[in-house]
């Protein structure tokens, strides 16, 4: 009498036990799946309420603060933003493969010198009114005045530091401290030569398209544009440039990385 052989292999009852663990095991990543598509559509909401949320509030800002005052604060948050990346000894706007133009050398002593006096006319102040006998409210007012003054040379002095020209592939931007910003495609820039001029007037000048972005009245690189790009003068006001003066410590390497690509 013959005897029928069990044939080997997963036996039925053992796949009866694996069809529930693998329906379970299916079962968790689609819940994972549906949770993280859940988590993305939850923060693509927030981001959205956000980004709506900063612009009302930016709407509303514009429309109560005056432009000349949004300027001047916009000034001191770039200069105490300088300062915080001087110290920290970082650069702005300066992204790894571009080329940086500093421009703060023929004026660094002057700004440093003017720095101090005024700390020191600070502290010459307080002196005499201490001595003066005058009332504590006209000290403090004077005392937060004048380090503020100190507050704004600094902040210039760092923002000069950390906010170089810069040159990219794509454009040239033109800066002064936390006060002036220029980007200009880089298709558009027609010509750059070395100048060597002694007589400007002011730091940033804009007069008949020409604008100077002028360090210890010196300029010594210029740009000749191909058609006119707006320019917004420290305090706000829009004129088109046809031509850019500026001020490079090293105007051979700044026009090296102008030149047109070979």
């Not at 709506?52 to 514009?62: D, K, N, S, T, V």
């Not at 933003?81 to 000894?89: M, Q, T």
Request: aromatic share 4%; charged share 20%.
């Amino acid at each position: 009498m013959s005897t029928r052989q069990q044939p080997t292999g997963a036996r039925p009852d053992d796949l009866s036990r694996t069809r529930p663990v693998a329906g379970a095991q299916r079962g968790r990543a689609r819940g994972a799946r549906m949770l993280g598509s859940l988590r993305a559509r939850t923060v693509a909401a927030h981001r959205a309420r956000a980004v709506r949320a900063l612009g009302w509030l930016r709407a509303r800002y514009e429309r109560v603060v005056p432009r000349l005052a949004r300027r001047l604060i916009a000034f001191d948050a770039a200069g105490t933003l300088s300062l915080l990346l001087w110290v920290r000894r970082r650069r702005h706007g300066v992204p790894p493969g571009v080329v940086a133009v500093p421009y703060v050398a023929a004026q660094f002593g002057l700004l440093v010198t003017f720095a101090v006096l005024t700390a020191v006319e600070l502290v010459g102040i307080e002196l005499l009114l201490r001595a003066l006998g005058a009332p504590g409210p006209v000290r403090a007012a004077l005392l937060v005045l004048d380090g503020y003054g100190v507050l704004a040379v600094l902040g210039i002095l760092a923002g000069c530091v950390t906010r170089p020209h810069v040159v990219t592939a794509d454009e040239v931007r033109i800066r002064y401290a936390g006060l002036f910003d220029l980007r200009i495609p880089r298709s558009l820039v027609a010509q750059a030569k070395r100048i060597r001029r002694y007589d400007e007037h002011g730091m940033v000048r804009i007069v008949d398209g020409q604008l100077s972005v002028a360090v210890a009245a010196q300029t010594n690189v210029e740009l000749t544009l191909a058609e006119p790009v707006p320019a917004t003068r420290p305090l706000g006001r829009v004129e088109p440039v046809r031509s850019v003066r500026l001020y490079a410590d090293d105007p051979a390497a700044a026009l090296a990385a102008l030149a047109p690509p070979t």
